[in-house]
């Protein structure tokens, strides 16, 4: 079965061809570590832990490096370390903020059910290879020393621009250039600056007196070389980082390497919304994965539910992340919790992992555990003592169907074993968003309607899609009334 994944630089769908198969290569922007990660910093670490995972299963997991990398050297960690810890010398105020909030990222991402990459470079750990790389720009041509800075000339590549297919302009303004008299080109961008006094420092290259440090593209091309190679399979990221970020790593690493590319397929995950809204402090809906698991709008939602809300959407589609989803997505896991039977070697279904070979297709892939759920329910009854455990509802029913969606959901990266069932029992979704109660409601309606036409087809399938909610329906004379499953 052929993997597919979707190229961001030649904007087609490819069929994956790894340079080498006993050693498979992905490189992710991880992290700036200066404050909590916020809810849209997650969907990349899923989507790539996805990825990942999938990778692992088509050539093994000691076939495959994943490199995500932390920078902790930036403007950002510096006004927070200041900020914070105003009574310490700032690199050593820098030191306590990076070292903290490295620790929250991985607890985060921990409960996010992402594994650890293979490697996780720290920036601070690679100025060297930093520095090396700057060398060989300046060398080549391709990069000049101008006031303490070492420059990119991004008219040294004729071909600058490919990935985020930019006109001038667009470039020009996209970058948000600093005006500054000693650039050759507006374009060109930062890859090595004086520090300022307290600021981190490092001995600076091309024969400069003054310490300074690195930009921060310089860093992922370093990391991915040191840990990669000079061209490498996967480059992944948000779809923000296309321009300049992803653009600018392009043009280091070629120009440095003379390679005719960086990496053979560049993958980013599409944007994220709250409640139909850009994220952002000064709307009041930013929200960070702690919050979540802690404690947002009453309920602390778990990992599980957090992830699988997150998959419901194509990765390169926007994801618009709402209570509702958040909702259906822990609905949903519960019902399935209820009827998968993990066992040892059961493998998804042949359509679920088509799915996943098409581009990381996981809506399609949650559509086929759906189907799966209904074929595990034939001939099930329920228990008088239903049991906690996976599978408890599965007496006279479909067991390869139920053994083939705990598979399906260990694929996508969640132990329906583990899942808590009890959390999901002390919700109160009888009192669901309104957006959700009205859509059953209006099923509801509709079914009503069906029923007294007497169209049995279209009311059974208002009553299976409403099922797929997680909606228990109970007919009485007095009409019908509904619960979410528990």
């Not at 899923?46 to 990778?55: A, G, Y």
């Not at 985020?164 to 080109?185: C, F, N, Q, T, W």
């Not at 009553?463 to 619960?483: F, H, N, Q």
Request: charged share 25%; proline share 5%.
């Amino acid at each position: 079965m052929d993997l597919k994944l979707y190229d961001t630089l030649t904007r087609e769908k490819r069929v994956f061809r790894a340079l080498d198969p006993s050693n498979v290569r992905m490189y992710v922007c991880g992290p700036t570590v200066y404050d909590f990660a916020h809810i849209g910093n997650a969907r990349p670490v899923i989507v790539f832990d996805v990825l990942f995972r999938l990778l692992q299963r088509v050539y093994g997991a000691e076939h495959v490096t994943y490199v995500r990398n932390v920078t902790d050297v930036d403007d950002k960690i510096n006004a927070r370390a200041a900020e914070e810890y105003p009574d310490l010398p700032l690199n050593e105020a820098i030191r306590e903020v990076t070292k903290k909030t490295d620790k929250q990222f991985h607890d985060d991402v921990a409960a996010l059910g992402c594994l650890s990459p293979t490697h996780e470079p720290r920036a601070t750990e690679h100025v060297g290879e930093m520095r090396e790389l700057i060398e060989r720009l300046v060398k080549s041509g391709n990069a000049y020393v101008a006031e303490d800075n070492v420059l990119f000339s991004v008219a040294s590549m004729p071909d600058y621009g490919r990935l985020s297919h930019r006109s001038l302009d667009e470039m020009i303004a996209g970058a948000r250039v600093e005006v500054a008299p000693y650039k050759h080109d507006p374009r060109d961008f930062v890859l090595w600056k004086p520090s300022k006094p307290g600021e981190p420092a490092w001995p600076s290259p091309a024969g400069i007196k003054t310490p300074g440090r690195p930009g921060w593209h310089i860093e992922c091309s370093a990391m991915a070389w040191k840990f990669l190679g000079e061209t490498f399979d996967i480059h992944g990221g948000g779809i923000d980082l296309v321009f300049p970020h992803h653009e600018n790593e392009i043009a280091q690493s070629r120009c440095a390497f003379r390679t005719p590319v960086m990496t053979n397929y560049w993958m980013h995950n599409g944007f994220l919304q709250v409640e139909g809204e850009k994220m952002a402090k000064s709307a009041g809906n930013f929200v960070t994965i702690r919050e979540l698991r802690t404690g947002w709008r009453d309920f602390s939602w778990p990992g599980d539910v957090l992830r699988f809300a997150m998959l419901s959407t194509h990765y390169r589609q926007p994801f618009d992340f709402t209570h509702f989803s958040l909702e259906q997505a822990a609905v949903a896991l519960n019902v399935f919790s209820t009827f998968a039977y993990p066992t040892a070697g059961a493998k998804p279904s042949n359509e679920f992992l088509e799915a996943m070979h098409d581009d990381l297709n996981t809506p399609r892939a949650i559509a086929e555990l759906h189907r799966l759920l209904k074929a595990s329910k034939e001939g099930a009854f329920e228990l008088t003592d239903r049991m906690s455990r996976p599978g408890a509802m599965l007496i006279d029913s479909d067991f390869s169907a139920a053994e083939q969606l705990a598979a399906g959901l260990d694929y996508l990266g969640i132990n329906i074993s583990n899942y808590d069932r009890d959390w999901t029992r002390k919700q109160s979704f009888s009192g669901v968003s309104p957006q959700l109660k009205s859509k059953i409601d209006d099923l509801i309606t509709a079914r009503a309607e069906a029923r007294t036409r007497k169209e049995w087809k279209e009311s059974d399938r208002i009553r299976d899609e409403l099922a797929k909610m997680g909606v228990v329906l109970k007919d009485t004379k007095d009409g019908t009334t509904w619960e979410i499953a528990r």
